[in-house]
Nanobody
Framework: QVQLFESGGDSVQAGGSLRLSCAAS???????LAWFRQAPGKEREAVAG????????YYADSVKGRFTISRDNARMTVSLQMNSLKPEDTAMYYC???????????????????WGQGTQVTVSS
C-alpha cells in the first residue's frame, strides 16, 4: 500500500504558475508516477508521467512546454511545475503510483492502483 498526499493547489490568474507536490508514505524508487486531472463534468485525463529508474517523462499534448514533472526518491515526492497556466487547466489534480511490471500506456488511469485525494487548481481569465 502507498498513501499519497497532494498539496500546492490554488487559485491563480491566467499566465501564472503553480507547483504541485505529492508526498508518498513509503519509498517510491521502483514505481512509475503520474499526475492526472479531472475537471467538472469531464473524464479524468493524464497530464504527465515519469518512469523509474530512467526518469523518462511523458506529457499530454495540452501541457507540453508548460508543465514539468519531476521526482525526488529520497524525499519520496513527485512534483508538477505548471507555468503559463490557462483557464482550461482548471481541475482537481491527482498524483498516482503504478507498480511493476510496466507495459501499455502511461496515460491509462486504470493501470495505477494508488491515488491521492487531489488538490484543486483554479485558473481565472
Amino acid at each position: 500500500q502507498v498513501q499519497l498526499f497532494e498539496s500546492g493547489g490554488d487559485s491563480v490568474q491566467a499566465g501564472g504558475s503553480l507547483r504541485l507536490s505529492c508526498a508518498a508514505s513509503r519509498l517510491i524508487d521502483v514505481y512509475n508516477l503520474a499526475w492526472f486531472r479531472q475537471a467538472p463534468g469531464k473524464e479524468r485525463e493524464a497530464v504527465a508521467g515519469i518512469t523509474s529508474p530512467s526518469e523518462i517523462t511523458y506529457y499530454a499534448d495540452s501541457v507540453k512546454g508548460r508543465f514539468t514533472i519531476s521526482r525526488d526518491n529520497a524525499r519520496m515526492t513527485v512534483s508538477l511545475q505548471m507555468n503559463s497556466l490557462k483557464p482550461e487547466d482548471t481541475a482537481m489534480y491527482y498524483c498516482a503510483v503504478r507498480q511493476p511490471p510496466y507495459g501499455g500506456g502511461w496515460y491509462e488511469s486504470w493501470r495505477y492502483p494508488f491515488w491521492g485525494q487531489g488538490t484543486q487548481v483554479t485558473v481565472s481569465s
